[in-house]
């Protein structure tokens, strides 16, 4: 008999699509698992993200677009889970009839069980059916978060912090380097946060270590830091190791001290600036990638002025900005003072164009230099990759003629022959 087709359609971050990959992992023995936007299948079950508003449009408009095939019997059965289904079930229950079932955060076992007509015990899965290219993958380190930012919904959704065991993200990181994996990418609301719910340390630079020593990873890059206590035995081991990549993502969020105060980040102006230039110091070539959040409640054009005059001094290699999105049930949502969002978008669009300048300018320097690059994939007349100093989806590419056959998800060294603003030009040396 032919086995039904299900598509899992996921959106938001990198941990949600983590958590769609171990969900298909537990189906694939009864289902034919996707991991695209076809919109023929089966089953569909979309991993919606419900962190800021945009998002949250998104999600509601992947919703609707199912529902109606749903209704037209393009589809046989349609679920919905994640963090907007998280954040607003009953309102999505009482406005969308045409989905099957709504589901939260953490319901892997239960959905897998919903579909399966059988109980599906809640052991902690360690297989995974890659949405990815097989050469890199993501590692969720940890669940929630413990810090209580004002702007931020993540606490209301996932709760408070839990880490995966060390033992459980050893045996995951194993299977996934059989599966052909040589980038594993850490990631977590909080990584340096890790382990502090066992025994109130941080065991970062222990889970770091042991996964260095697992076979067949060639680069192991960090997501999500934060700058309030990160431990500087990490940055030593970066510096030292040659698996880990000399990249951060460390999202900043701003510099003014009472704009910093007001998030309630823990931080003020000369430890935001201290913490960077100490990250500097301990890896002289590392690309810091961070974001920042405009118009925040009070931010004044003098507050704006000084974080743009810090972008320009940080000179970060890699940067966003995101205009304050006020999320129902934070400390931020109801803060007097807020700024227009017209304001809000000119502030976005002039920091970009700081950043956008400074990273021509960044770029411009890599040309004539050697890298190792990781080939992604192939389109039209390119090999597009990427060196240790961007990650995947997000940051810089590499664009190499496609002249000569290379092998996708493996590695070669280039020679930088052009740069633009986000974006580079090699050919392999």
Known sequence: MRRPTLNIVTLGCSKNKVDSEHLAALLEHRYVIRHD????????????????????EESVDTILEYAELRKLGKIKKLYVTGCLSQRFKKDLQAEIHEVDAFYGVESVNLIAADLLKEEVQPDYCSRRVLSTPKHYAYLKISEGCNRRCAFCAIPLIRGGHVSVPMADLLEEARGLAKQGVKELILIAQDLTYYGHDIDGKSHIVELVKALCKIDGFEWIRLHYGYPLGFPDELLDLMRENPKICHYIDLPLQHISTHILKDMRRGVDRE????????????????????????GFPGETEEDFEELCQFVKDMRFERAGAFAFSPEEGTAAYDMPNDVPDEVKQERVEKLMAIQQDISLEINAKRVGKIEKVLVDRLEGDYYIGRSQYDSPEVDDEILIAADKELQIGQFYQVKITQADFFDCCGEIA
């Not at 430890?271 to 405009?294: C, E, L, M, S, Y």
Request: glycine share 6%; charged share 25%; proline share 2%.
């Open 271 to 294: 430890q935001t600036i201290g913490f960077v230039q100490n990250v500097r110091r301990h890896v002289p070539d590392i690309a810091f990638r961070t974001t920042f959040i405009v």
């Open 37 to 56: 936007d076809e919109r023929r299948s089966d089953v569909v079950i979309i991993n919606t993200c419900g962190f800021i508003g945009d998002a949250q």
